[in-house]
């Protein structure tokens, strides 16, 4: 089935360390790619997205993402994480030019300061 | 911020009873979504909007109906809720190109 796969559901980690989170789809064609952080008790935001050119986009607060069009794969990187950082974040994929979006199960990054 | 509200914030019911949420936009887009999220199962897919009175079927459309009368609102209808229904529920708007912005989300339980 085609779906968009999550590789960790929770992650630790602790103030400082490098991020990266593994998002990996198996729709074929053209697809729009992106990342939503979801901080405790508050609704989706668009942290950073890909249509198209440069396949290293970054995004808001630090965060960057490269998609790797061989291997499927869109994954999400920090260099250095805050405690504000703790969150869930979901990677998604749309299709037919944008009217469905289908989401990853995502990932919660709980970061210890 | 994406201009969108929903009400009610949250809501308890019982099952087999009628619910109707509501999604307002205020930036006049065309299309409009409803997403429910469960954890393990990240954001799916309800119904979404091209245009008023136009709406077509998501992933998850079992159990749920959709009305668009004006742009600016779109609404969702359980029509006898089920416990399975209980969830976050999550509207959204797509502005270009091709990016959805997502409302507050709506606390539904369903006893």
Known sequence: ?113 | DAGITQSPRHKVTETGTPVTLRCHQTENHRYMYWYRQDPGHGLRLIHYSYGVKDTDKGEVSDGYSVSRSKTEDFLLTLESATSSQTSVYFCAIRRDPDTQYFGPGTRLTVL
Do not use: M
């Open chain 1, 1 to 113: 089935a085609q779906s968009v796969s999550q590789h960790n559901h929770h992650v630790i980690l602790s103030e400082a360390a490098s991020l990266e989170l593994g998002c990996n789809y198996s729709y074929g064609g053209t697809v729009n790619l992106f990342w939503y952080v979801q901080y405790p008790g508050q609704h989706l935001q668009l942290l950073l997205k890909y249509f198209s050119g440069d396949p290293l986009v970054k995004g808001i607060k630090g965060f960057e993402a490269e998609f790797i069009k061989s291997k499927f794969s869109f994954n999400l990187r920090k260099p250095s994480v805050q405690w504000s950082d703790t969150a869930e974040y979901f990677c998604a994929v749309g299709r037919e030019y944008g009217n469905k979006l289908v989401f990853g199960a995502g990932t919660i990054l709980r970061v210890k300061s």
